[in-house]
Structure formats: C-alpha cells, structure tokens
C-alpha cells in the first residue's frame, strides 16, 4: 500500500475513534484572520494539530493549528482553525493532506475561505469575494501517483465551485444587506505580495483576486468528488504603481479579515443550515 495512502487511513483511524459516529458530513478551512468562525462552532472536540498523527504544524501567521469537530447551523462539522501553505516548505501532498483525511471521515462539501488581495479596482478591504474559478500558479497537488481509491486522474475543472450555493449565498447576502462580490482567485505560491507588474498581468489574465493558498484543497476536494464553496476576504488592495505609498503587510492582513470575518461567518452558517 502506497505510504501516503497508510498515512491517510491512520489518521482517519485516530480521529474517527475521538469522534465515534459523529461523523462529519461538512469540513471548512480557514485562512489567515477568520478563524473566528470557530468560535460559532458548538464544539465536541477541538484537537491540535500537533497531537494528530501525520498532521505538520501550520507557522502561518493568524492560525492557531486546531481541528474542531462539533456542530454548526445544525449539520456536524470538521474545521481547520488554519492551514498549511507551500511557502511554508511543506510539499503539496502535505499541504493537502488533511483534505483527504476530511474525505476519508466522510466530508461531502467543503467550505474554503481566505485572506486575498484585490487585483479587481472595484474591489474594497473588507469585501467579500465569492469564489467562481480560479487560475492556479502553484504546484498541482495531483502530480505523481494517484489515489484511485478518492477519485480518478484526471478530475474535471469545469465547475470547481459548486453554482447551486454560488446562487443561495447570493440570496442569504441579500436578505442580510451584505455587500458581495463575486470573482476568480489566482492562487501562487507566495510568501512575498506581488509586485506592480506582477498585479497588472494577474488583471490581464482574468484575476480578481489573489493569494497564497486555497486552490491546492480545491483540486484535491474536487478529484474525491466534494461540493466545494469558496470565499475570500479582501484585505488588501493590490498595488500596481512602484511609486504607491501604501505597503502590503501581513499584520494589516490579519487585522483586516478579523473585522470582515462576522460578516462570512454569518454567509457560512446560513449556507451550511441549508446542506
């Protein structure tokens, strides 16, 4: 049996014993600054990551490195309080590791959020961008041997993101008065912000938005057959002038996605309450 494959069904194992039949049918990830939606969360068990077999430790700044298992808007859910990035010199079956231990339990949608910068000039910090399609820059987290046991080698792309909740979270944000965005999310691998130059090819090529992460999970969620649902907070605006006075940083970041991030856990309760 291939190793990463016993890594996957050890773990699986582990967390499935901690739990017993209370087995998730929703996992979420969340990025840099929103992990106050774990707070929203009725949890059963929250389980760092260094107590989890096969599980790295996430360095990014603003993610504390738990797995909370408990309920949200009435469904039983699995979350990562943070994540795990190419940057931070994991390899890509690592930074996705913890999507096919959430497929393995049983996950059937996954819901994916994410500090991003706003290459769209409409965009403003503190928006909330809905995920339509992406482009990805990093790595593909398929490359090598495939795990037919979660789905076959070359998965379809057409659709990432599922449209039946692209369409409902435009209702919930509406009844709520919630200003939403809708846009593609262009994933590389960071860690540096992008220059100008690299901000007016990003818009060239169809971006709205961009970041460090996300679209690995995406990939790996998709080939084992995941209802995926994305969104990114704004928290910066992208610069496209050298002479621009206004730096990127990573503090602003998290500082910017903790005053957005009551208005998407509100999104992700009233979407996860309709599954």
């Not at 590791?97 to 503190?126: C, D, H, K, Q, W």
């Not at 398929?142 to 692209?166: H, K, S, V």
Request: charged fraction near 20%.
């Amino acid at each position: 049996m291939d190793t990463y494959l016993q890594q996957i069904l050890e773990t699986k194992g582990v967390l499935s014993k901690m739990i017993g039949d209370k087995a998730p049918k929703v996992g979420i990830v969340l990025g840099s600054g929103l992990g106050k939606l774990a707070d929203k969360i009725e949890a059963e068990m929250v389980v760092p990551y260094a107590k989890i077999p096969n599980f790295v430790r996430s360095t990014a700044i603003g993610h504390k490195g738990n797995l909370i298992f408990g309920r949200l808007a009435g469904k039983w859910v699995c979350a990562m309080q943070g994540r795990f990035h190419y940057y931070e010199g994991y390899s890509m079956r690592t930074v996705t590791f913890p999507i096919r231990v959430m497929a393995a339990l049983g996950v059937e949608t996954l819901f994916v959020s994410n500090a991003a910068g706003g290459l769209n000039p409409g965009f403003y910090v503190g928006d909330l961008m809905v995920i339509r399609d992406h482009i990805n820059l990093l790595p593909n987290p398929l490359i090598g041997p495939n795990l037919d046991a979660f789905g076959e080698r070359f998965p379809d792309m057409t659709a990432p993101y599922d449209q039946e909740l692209i369409a409902k979270v435009g209702e919930i944000a509406e009844e709520a008065g919630i200003r939403l965005c809708k846009g593609v999310y262009l994933g590389n691998t960071g860690p540096s912000y992008e220059t100008p130059a690299e901000v007016r090819f990003y818009r060239a090529i169809g971006a709205d938005a961009v970041g460090m992460s996300t679209v690995p999970e995406v990939l790996v969620a998709r080939q084992c057959g995941m209802r995926v649902f994305g969104m990114s907070v704004i928290t910066n605006v992208s610069n496209t002038d050298n002479d621009s006075p206004v730096l990127n940083d990573g503090q602003d970041v998290i500082v910017a996605a903790d005053a957005a991030a009551d208005k998407m856990s509100l999104l992700f309760s009233k979407l996860i309450e309709s599954l």
